[in-house]
């Protein structure tokens, strides 16, 4: 077989490459030939090698370029000067990215999609997180479901997120972790309440008492209804008349219907009651059985 022969032709496009000149504003894509402190040096196949200064890589001051980025990566750029004085074109990998970084911020506000961030910052009223170099703030009333007392508790935590305000010209973005944090409570909420068996005998703390019934904690964290009807045999006006906030209960689960849990400590009195299935009862006294009937008789004299 004829070995083939390479031609200039085969070199075309390399060769059109390396004579194109840079101008400020251009998107090149390059490969890592140097990492240094303060600098990259990237092989763009071009008439010149690129170069990008630490504070053009990345909008967070204290990254380090050698835990960034290695020798080979491939990375993509914005011409930001096109000969820096020294034969290099000068490089913005902060500029690139936030244009790729803002565009990806907008289609996550428009769908709702969730981000994983690392909270890296305290600020007042406040907590920062950097999402692919973009400064996001989330407000303390937007970490969590419930009120932040302490944001030096969230410094260093990992959440998820979801974009509530993407203002590209103003660099604005800020992120919430409620929403999720909240669908996330109730979906497990929604698994516990699934595993609550009708008829079940559980355990639990009353947390609030309401002029209709008490709200009572179960061990397994849900909380069910305890009816106003259904704490005693005795009618009662009020459940404070009978229950106490903190106070330790044993119910009865007798219903679970859309996402509600259904309680009853009357439900334990009926079942601790022996049952009168024949219209009378009976009863074993010092080992003889005993009917209504023979109570009835006893101590009568018959001829």
């Not at 402190?37 to 170069?51: A, K």
């Amino acid at each position: 077989m004829e070995e083939r022969v390479e031609t200039m032709e085969d070199y075309e496009k390399e060769l059109e490459a390396s004579f194109h000149r840079a101008k400020k504003g251009d998107v090149l894509t390059g490969t890592v030939i140097g990492v240094e402190d303060d600098e990259i040096t990237v092989d763009l196949q071009s008439y010149t090698e690129g170069i990008i200064k630490k504070e053009h890589f990345s909008n967070n001051p204290d990254c380090i370029l050698k835990d960034e980025i290695q020798k080979g990566d491939e990375i993509t750029a914005t011409v930001i000067q096109a000969d820096d004085g020294h034969g290099h074109v000068l490089l913005s990998r902060k500029e690139a990215n936030d244009m790729a970084a803002w565009d990806r911020m907008e289609k996550c506000l428009e769908d709702k999609s969730a981000i994983q961030v690392k909270v890296d910052g305290i600020v007042k009223s406040g907590v920062v997180a950097h999402v692919d170099g973009i400064r996001g703030f989330i407000p303390a009333s937007k970490l969590d479901v419930s009120y932040v007392e302490n944001l030096e508790e969230w410094l260093g935590r990992e959440l998820s997120v979801q974009a509530v305000t993407v203002d590209r010209e103003a660099k604005k973005l800020v992120l919430s972790a409620k929403e999720l944090a909240y669908a996330k409570q109730m979906e497990e909420r929604q698994k516990k309440i699934a595993a609550c068996e009708v008829g079940a005998v559980c355990e639990g703390v009353v947390e609030t008492i309401q002029s209709y019934g008490a709200f009572v904690r179960l061990d397994n964290g849900v909380t069910g209804l305890l009816h106003v009807s259904q704490i005693s045999d005795k009618r009662i006006k009020t459940p404070a008349a009978v229950l106490s906030e903190g106070q330790r209960v044993t119910v009865k689960i007798t219903a679970v219907k859309d996402g509600r849990v259904s309680l009853s400590m009357k439900a334990l009195l009926d079942v601790s009651e022996p049952q009168d299935t024949e219209g009378h009862k009976e009863y074993v006294e010092e080992g003889r059985a005993s009917t209504n009937l023979g109570s009835l008789l006893k101590g009568i004299k018959l001829d």
